[in-house]
């Protein structure tokens, strides 16, 4: 007699949509969330610093009173989530795209955590034939060369940093201060052993120039390789039919915001200040990148629709380990939402490795 694994999940409930969505409700066991609280305590324990006790050594009683019930339980949530999404997807026959939403609408200690999940699905996508256009553009590799010039650019940049550091140093300026005079040629230092440690204990020129052409050559190649991929979706887009839902053109504008803000914010500038420079609203921008933001959505479709026909998917472990880098330097990143992500781009690497392969 089969025995049937229990599921960690129960009251699924699936609602088609408009515009090619699905919400889907139900709960997570209560059996699930107490071995989830208990990863919870463990996971948050390593963060906690209290006093008499190094970081990730307090008593878990110590730190269940320092980030509270309600922190745990939602540390617990994410994470159970993170586990049962996948499982659901694959019992119910669903293939989703893009950034779900998902909304909490139940949790408490010691009972089933109740949720609503919005995502859009895979639309319907007419391929072109991938591997022969594919094997058409991999086929020949394009020559990738550096020349005595952009090495010799390389070096009277290095040579400008040292004579612009220099100039901070002697007129005591600090690194953001440009208040300083124009950096000339016979500002530049020699090129002589002094110049060679400073910059990286090179041996000789010869080995300055080798190493430059080098980094200079990776660059290129990687370059050259990921113009191929971009050529290679293009034409494979071009040859397809594909429909694209509203809330995935919607979910890269967001996406494009996003990053953004996070660029104007590096260089010190408020988005809120920018649209008022520029004059415009921020529906104006979104108006302005549609069509980038259409062009994106197409290629992760159709990265989708290759993974899916192929049956191209990430190792569970591999996800794993990439989530748990991004979480070390995220703390506060939803687990659910970057495990969205790393599958993605995991998939998409993988599905672009498979098209390199027809050549």
């Known amino acids: ?185 016979e500002d530049l230092p020699e090129i002589d052993e002094a110049f060679l440690k400073q910059i990286g204990d090179f041996a000789s020129v010869e080995d300055l120039k080798n190493r430059i052409k080098e980094n200079l050559l990776k660059e290129k190649t990687f370059k050259a390789h990921d113009k191929k991929r971009t050529s290679t979706l293009e034409a494979i887009i071009a040859d397809s039919t594909i429909e694209i839902p509203q809330i995935i053109i919607d979910g890269e504008l967001e996406k494009m915001k996003a990053q953004f803000q996070d660029d104007l914010a590096a260089s010190g500038i408020k988005f809120e200040d920018y649209l008022t420079h520029i004059k415009k609203t921020e529906d104006d921008l979104k108006t302005d990148w549609k069509d980038t933001a259409v062009k994106r959505a197409k290629s992760q479709i159709l990265l989708n629709t290759i993974a899916r026909e192929e049956d191209i998917k990430p190792e569970e472990e591999l996800v794993k380990a990439e989530m748990d880098k991004i979480l070390s330097h995220y703390k506060d990143a939803e687990r659910f939402r970057v495990r969205m992500y790393v599958e993605t781009f995991l998939t998409n690497d993988l599905v672009f490795k498979f098209l390199e392969g027809q050549k």
């Open 1 to 185: 007699m089969k025995i049937m694994a229990t599921k960690d999940y129960t009251d699924i409930k699936v609602t088609r949509l408009p515009g090619q969505e699905v919400e889907i409700t139900g709960e997570i066991t209560q059996a699930m969330m107490d071995s989830m609280r208990t990863k919870a305590i463990e996971s948050l324990k390593k963060e906690v610093t209290l006093p008499g006790f190094r970081k990730g050594t307090a008593p878990e009683n110590l730190v269940i009173q320092h980030v509270g019930e309600i922190k745990i339980l939602e540390e617990a949530g994410e994470m159970a989530l993170g586990e049962v999404y996948p499982q659901i997807l694959e019992d119910e026959k669903l293939d989703p795209i893009g950034k779900p939403l998902v909304q909490i609408t139940k949790i408490g200690a010691g009972s089933p955590l109740g949720f609503k999940i919005k995502t859009a699905l895979m639309p319907e996508v007419k391929l072109g034939d991938y591997k022969k256009i594919a094997k058409n553009v991999f086929k020949d590799e394009d020559p990738v060369d550096v020349t005595e010039k952009e090495i010799e650019d390389v070096i009277k940049n290095l040579r400008q940093n040292v004579a612009h550091a220099h100039m901070h140093e002697k007129e005591g300026l600090d690194e953001h201060n440009h208040d300083h005079g124009e950096i000339k040629d």
